[in-house]
Antibody, heavy 119, light 111 residues
Framework: QVQLHQWGAGLLKPSETLSLTCEVSSGSFIGYYWNWIRQPPGKGLEWIGEINHSGSTNYNPSLNSRVTISIDTSKNQFSLKLRSATAADTAVYYC?????????????WGQGALVTVSS | QSRLTQPPSVSAAPGQKVTISCSGSSSNIGDNSVSWYQQLSGAAPKLLIYDNNKRPSGIPDRFSGSKSGTSATLGITGFQTGDEADYYCGTWDTSLSASWVFGGGTKLTVL
């Protein structure tokens, strides 16, 4: 059973860059899209973007100008960077896997990492 | 505002059948498969239903999904107190700015 474990800085000041990494234990990177999804406190889910094993990305248009998702297949890791953070970026951030043939669902999720943006 | 509309809350008594609706448009539900996620308090979301009506291994057949036109429905038979959770629908939206979208979520509680 694949497991996704994520980590990163939990507290940022406004204008700093949010940075998170997700490590995939067991299983292959090939055949999946690797995603970031966030959930502000008390609110719903928002998709941030995805990357496949060859580095091809898709981003939420509302975040496109500030987001970069990268992948390191040698370490079974993919990462999120969100520039110019504001209080509105305070959320629990999840990494999640989607089968590449359909990209129709997220079948495995990380445990989530709370990131707070505050001065 | 979410492109997919769910009722904010639904309540049910143990043993009842529950349905949660998810309404969208031709650019999302009308053109793509729908998935459903269960989020227990303090936990990460968990896949319940994918490709409109398929259940992953380990999900009991009390949970079902259906889609018609631009709407989808999650059904739960024999509601249990352990089913109290937030439920989200999701799908791709292939309008001008293609993006994955989620419904606003439905909080399911025991009556």
């Amino acid at each position: 059973q694949v497991q996704l474990h994520q980590w990163g800085a939990g507290l940022l000041k406004p204008s700093e860059t949010l940075s998170l990494t997700c490590e995939v234990s067991s299983g292959s990177f090939i055949g999946y899209y690797w995603n970031w999804i966030r959930q502000p406190p008390g609110k719903g889910l928002e998709w941030i973007g995805e990357i496949n094993h060859s580095g091809s990305t898709n981003y939420n248009p509302s975040l496109n100008s500030r987001v970069t998702i990268s992948i390191d297949t040698s370490k079974n890791q993919f990462s999120l960077k969100l520039r110019s953070a504001t209080a509105a970026d305070t959320a629990v951030y999840y990494c999640a896997r989607a089968p590449i043939d359909t990209a129709s669902h997220f079948d495995n999720w990380g445990q989530g990492a709370l990131v707070t943006v505050s001065s | 505002q979410s492109r997919l509309t769910q009722p904010p809350s639904v309540s049910a008594a143990p043993g009842q059948k529950v349905t949660i609706s998810c309404s969208g448009s031709s650019s999302n539900i009308g053109d793509n498969s729908v998935s459903w996620y269960q989020q227990l308090s303090g936990a990460a979301p968990k896949l319940l239903i994918y490709d409109n009506n398929k259940r992953p291994s380990g999900i009991p057949d009390r949970f079902s999904g259906s889609k018609s036109g631009t709407s989808a429905t999650l059904g739960i038979t024999g509601f249990q107190t352990g089913d109290e959770a937030d439920y989200y629908c999701g799908t791709w939206d292939t309008s001008l700015s293609a993006s994955w979208v989620f419904g606003g979520g439905t909080k399911l509680t025991v009556l």
